[in-house]
C-alpha cells in the first residue's frame, strides 16, 4: 500500500522565506510527526499530532515554526522568515494509534530536503 | 529508554546472510526492541521489533536472547540495496510520557559487497 508522502522533495528558497512542507500520512494512522535531520545528524524530534487531542509542540525550535494537521489526514510544517540553520531533511512519520502507543511502528516519508541560501 | 551499543560498521557478501548484533543491557521488562534503517538520502525504514519472542517478517528475522539483554536482526539473502544504517532502539510500551519521540544512536553502518 502506499507509504508516507512528502513534498516537495527539495526545496531551495532565499534566506527570510516563508517555506511550507507536506505530508499525507498512511491512510488510517491517526498518529503523525514531524522530525528534522541534519547533514549527519540524527533524528530531531519537532511536534506530534494524536487524533483530535492536543499536539505536542515541545519540539519546534522557534516560534518561526508552526504545524497543523487536517483532522487525521494531511499536516503542513511551515517555516517562517527561514535562516541558514533551518537547511535540513525534514522527515514526517505515521503510525497506528491501535493499542498501547509505544509498541506501534512509526512509518516515514523520505523527506523535504531544505535549503536556506 | 534504555541504551543500545552497535558496531560501527559491518561487511557482508552479497547473498549471504547479514547478521547485526546490538546489546541493550538494561533493558527495562516492558520495553521492546525495534529495528530501523536508513538508506542513503531515504527516510527511516522500519524493519522489525519484538518483546522477547523471535520474530520474523518478510524483511529480516529478530532472535532476542532469553535475558532480553541482547538482540540479533538477521537479513538473511543481503543484497546491495541493503547496504544502509541499521539502527536497535528501545522504547517503553505504552502511550504514556513521551516515548514516541524517535532517537537513534550511530547505528552500524551494513555495506553488502558483490
Known amino acids: 500500500g502506499a507509504g508516507v508522502s512528502q513534498s516537495p522533495s527539495n526545496k531551495v528558497t532565499e534566506k527570510g522565506k516563508d517555506v511550507e512542507l507536506r505530508c499525507d500520512p498512511i491512510?488510517?494512522?491517526?498518529?503523525l510527526y514531524w522530525y528534522r535531520q541534519r547533514l549527519g545528524q540524527g533524528l530531531e524530534f519537532l511536534i506530534y499530532?494524536?487524533?483530535?487531542?492536543?499536539?505536542?509542540k515541545s519540539g519546534l525550535p522557534s516560534d518561526r515554526f508552526s504545524a497543523e494537521r487536517t483532522g487525521e489526514s494531511v499536516s503542513t510544517l511551515t517555516i517562517q522568515r527561514t535562516q541558514q540553520e533551518d537547511s535540513a531533511v525534514y522527515l514526517c512519520?505515521?503510525?497506528?494509534?491501535?493499542?498501547?502507543?509505544?509498541?506501534?511502528?512509526?512509518?516515514f516519508g523520505d523527506g523535504t530536503r531544505l535549503s536556506i541560501l | 529508554d534504555a541504551k543500545t551499543t552497535q558496531p560501527t560498521s559491518m561487511d557482508c557478501a552479497e547473498g549471504r546472510a547479514a547478521n547485526l548484533p546490538c546489546n541493550h543491557s538494561?533493558?527495562?521488562?516492558?520495553?521492546?526492541v525495534y529495528w530501523y534503517r536508513q538508506i542513503h538520502s531515504q527516510g527511516p525504514q522500519y524493519i522489525i521489533h519484538?518483546?522477547?519472542n523471535n520474530e520474523t517478517n518478510e524483511m529480516a528475522s529478530l532472535i532476542i536472547t532469553e535475558d532480553r539483554k541482547s538482540s540479533t536482526l538477521i537479513l538473511p539473502h543481503a543484497t546491495l540495496r541493503d547496504t544502509a544504517v541499521y539502527y536497535c532502539?528501545?522504547?517503553?510500551?505504552?502511550?504514556?510520557?513521551?516515548?514516541?519521540?524517535?532517537?537513534f544512536g550511530k547505528g552500524t553502518l551494513l555495506t553488502v559487497n558483490p
Open positions: 512519520a505515521s503510525s497506528s494509534s491501535y493499542g498501547t502507543g509505544g509498541n506501534q511502528p512509526q512509518h
Open positions: 491512510s488510517g494512522h491517526t498518529a
Open positions: 499530532f494524536q487524533g483530535n487531542s492536543a499536539p505536542d
Open positions: 538494561t533493558i527495562s521488562g516492558n520495553e521492546y
Open positions: 519484538g518483546l522477547k
Open positions: 532502539i528501545v522504547r517503553v510500551a505504552g502511550s504514556g510520557g513521551s516515548n514516541y519521540k524517535l532517537t
